[in-house]
């Protein structure tokens, strides 16, 4: 299997009508320390650009289903601030998905991986007849002090006011000076208790998507939601979610199906509610209709500004379907609105990866390390950049830190595999790229990672048993969405390489024609082109590449690209 830089890059590249009024009347309030705040200034002490962390809430008891509970209590409170967040006041919420995979559990630790300064911590107790939640607004950082602490019962039957009573709580604490516009903010759409609870316990389960059983229990307890409340919107909004999650772990596309049935579903029952149409952007995204996910994207963003799996959701979809240049701007714009979060230059970061722009990319997230030191995702992909633009001293070093916070992440591992199979050490290579297949089996370019190792050491049964197994599961993720351009030129690149020139031909020219913009896309169509025996098609490919943005430098070194270093086309494009 030849390989070029780009071939590298591609490895690294591919290495988640509300009518119930809010009745605040409690059980009994066991302690009030946030009495003395006044409407609209909050506790003292507070910044001025505020990144808040909601940390996991510790449950009492701690079964399963009790801690995935409060997880999704917690998730339910992130969402609700960013919902909440005056205009003009700066307030940046981290996702608790983020909180979750960093796995952060302690204000020092939302300091260091979140660039977090302030977080919101506590607890959930369940007892028989009641449940009682205590929050505490603190600062981040080495020496976390309380800035304002309240606990508060409620009886079984009114847990129904949880969200808008702990929102409120918080939103006290933050200055927030609430007005009646808000008061379908503080709600969840649902008048069932019990549809509460399974809804806040699904929520807690898809926050741990990676797990496969976890999935599994996510869609279970929405599925009860809606037995409860077969009118609750968003629990039908995010069991699409969860159906989606499970497709990408199965590629199993009876999924999307069902993906489809409840995301249309929820938008029937209440088109008003942001994350319903973040639901169907990521749903058209994954079936390659990109028209629609923009358009719903949109429609998320528009309902709720202040979204971020809006904005990401647009973005993804604008880079998918060519529009680079909106893609970017739309990065940009979530990097300006929030200055002090890490994840707006590390999605900027990772879109200017995807685009060759490897400079860029290692100065974007430069920032986010910056901004959030103790981060594991920023250095690998700090790492990543380095790689791809030949700084192999900056990237082994931004991988050593990557190890140290996060040992256990699998990708780290396939980019020094890749690095050690560039410096002749094919054996070292090859069983790290296996370490890193078992930790993901479905992702075909880890699979053509395998075969690159077998390759080296000349081992051509098991290169090719590699390249069949990539083809496998590229071809499933094409049967989900044929439109994927990457997935298609991924396709193209392993049908070349078994010899199957005419499926490898087909493959690439269908991925030129969906992605004629995308610089890495047209770049490895030309090699595929090339490596089959069509010269002008090859040449087209490079002269759109170029065109979009990538550099003829590596041409000269690419193997593919052997047949034609003498051709004046050629000659042509890289002396423009």
């Known amino acids: 299997l030849r390989r070029s830089r780009r071939a590298l890059g591609r490895r690294l590249r591919q290495s988640r009508a509300w009518q119930a009024a809010i009745a605040l009347a409690v059980v009994g309030v066991v302690a009030l320390a946030v009495v003395g705040i006044r409407a609209g200034e909050g506790a003292p002490g507070l910044p001025d650009d505020i990144v808040l962390a909601i940390l996991p809430l510790t449950p009492r008891p701690d079964g399963s289903d009790d801690r995935a509970f409060s997880d999704g209590l917690a998730e339910m409170l992130a969402s609700g601030i ?280 290692a100065a974007a997230f430069e920032r986010a390390v910056e901004l959030a030191p103790g981060n594991y995702k920023a250095h690998l992909g700090r790492g990543g950049a380095y790689q791809m633009a030949g700084a192999l001293g900056r990237a082994r070093e931004a991988y050593e830190q990557v190890i140290t916070l996060r040992p256990d992440h699998y990708a780290v591992y396939s980019n020094l595999a890749t690095m050690h199979l560039d410096a002749g050490r094919p054996e070292e290579a090859l069983r790290v790229y296996r370490q890193a297949l078992a930790a993901d089996s479905s992702n075909h370019v880890l699979w053509r990672n395998l075969a690159s190792g077998y390759s080296a050491l000349g081992d051509e049964d098991g290169r090719r048993v590699a390249l069949r197994g990539a083809v496998r599961r590229a071809t499933a993720a094409l049967a989900v969405n044929p439109n994927d351009a990457d997935a298609l030129a991924a396709l193209a690149t392993y049908r070349q390489a078994l010899g199957e020139d005419r499926a490898a031909a087909s493959a690439a020219r269908r991925a030129q024609a969906l992605a004629p913009a995308s610089p890495t896309v047209q770049y490895d169509v030309a090699r595929v082109l090339a490596l089959v025996g069509d010269a002008a098609g090859a040449l087209d490919a490079l002269a759109a590449a170029q065109a979009a943005g990538h550099s003829m430098d590596e041409v000269g070194d690419d193997d593919a690209f052997e047949s034609l270093q003498s051709h004046p086309g050629l000659t042509s494009l890289q002396r423009e």
């Open 82 to 361: 960013t919902e909440l967040r005056p205009a003009g006041r700066a307030l940046w919420v981290a996702p608790v998905s983020e909180v979750k995979d960093l796995r952060i559990t302690s204000a020092r630790q939302a300091a260091a991986a979140l660039g977090a300064n302030l977080a919101v911590m506590g607890s959930v107790q369940r007892e028989p007849g009641r449940l009682t939640l205590t929050l505490n607004l603190t600062t981040a950082g080495d020496r976390p002090r309380i800035l304002a602490s309240q606990t508060f019962a409620l009886a079984s039957t009114d847990e129904g006011q949880l969200r808008g009573r702990a929102l409120h709580t918080i939103a006290r604490m933050l200055g927030f000076d609430l007005t009646e516009p808000h008061d379908a903010s503080l709600t969840l759409g649902t008048g069932d208790v019990e549809a509460q609870r399974y809804y806040l316990a699904g929520l807690g389960y898809l926050d741990r998507d990676e797990d496969a059983a976890d999935l599994d229990r996510a869609v279970d307890q929405f599925q009860q939601a809606i037995r409860e409340d077969s009118t609750f919107a968003r629990a039908y909004a995010k069991l699409g979610q969860a159906y989606l999650a499970t497709y990408k772990t199965t590629r199993d596309s009876a999924w999307v199906r069902r993906a489809r049935e409840v995301a249309e579903r929820a938008e029937a029952l209440d088109p008003s509610i942001a994350e319903v149409h973040v639901t169907l952007s990521l749903l058209h995204h994954a079936t390659g209709a990109y028209p629609l996910a923009m358009q719903h994207a949109r429609r998320a963003l528009g309902l709720e500004p202040a979204s971020l799996t809006g904005a990401l959701a647009l973005a993804a979809a604008q880079e998918a379907s060519g529009d680079v240049v909106g893609a970017e701007q739309t990065l940009r714009a979530v990097a300006e609105q929030n200055p002090s979060a890490w994840t707006g230059p590390d999605r900027l970061g990772r879109f200017y990866f995807g685009q060759a722009r490897y400079e860029e990319a």
